[in-house]
């Protein structure tokens, strides 16, 4: 798995070197490997351990992702974890709410 770590705001606007930096500031986690692999086991357990540990989650799919379920990330044995389907990021406000957007 790799890992990228952005040393700069993700917001639109330039924050860097201000308080808001930090809470603009993110990871990338790439999971990566053949079909049946475990890719979306591994996803769901860190996600789960991060909920676990009172960190706010939000889990976003596209909305063309239907296999499964259209409000779940599932995995192939059935391990299934509650999404927004998005047909892009850019609705993920919108969808969400301001309020929960903020979190």
């Known amino acids: 798995m790799a890992s990228f770590k952005t040393p700069i705001s993700l917001n639109s606007m330039d924050r860097v070197g201000s308080s808001l ?16 692999a475990g890719k979306t086991t591994s ?6 351990s991060e909920a676990n540990n009172g960190r706010n989650i939000a ?11 259209v409000d779940s990330v599932v995995t192939h044995d059935g391990m299934k974890f509650p999404c927004w389907a998005l047909p ?3 609705s993920f406000r919108q969808e969400l709410g301001e309020d929960a957007y903020e979190k």
Not at 24 to 33: A, D, R
Not at 59 to 69: E, F, G, H, L
């Open 21 to 36: 930096s930090q809470r603009f500031s993110g990871e990338i986690h790439v999971i990566i490997g053949p079909m049946f």
């Open 43 to 48: 996803l769901l357990r860190r996600i789960k």
């Open 59 to 69: 889990m976003i799919k596209s909305s063309k992702d239907t296999r499964y379920a």
């Open 88 to 90: 892009d990021l850019m």
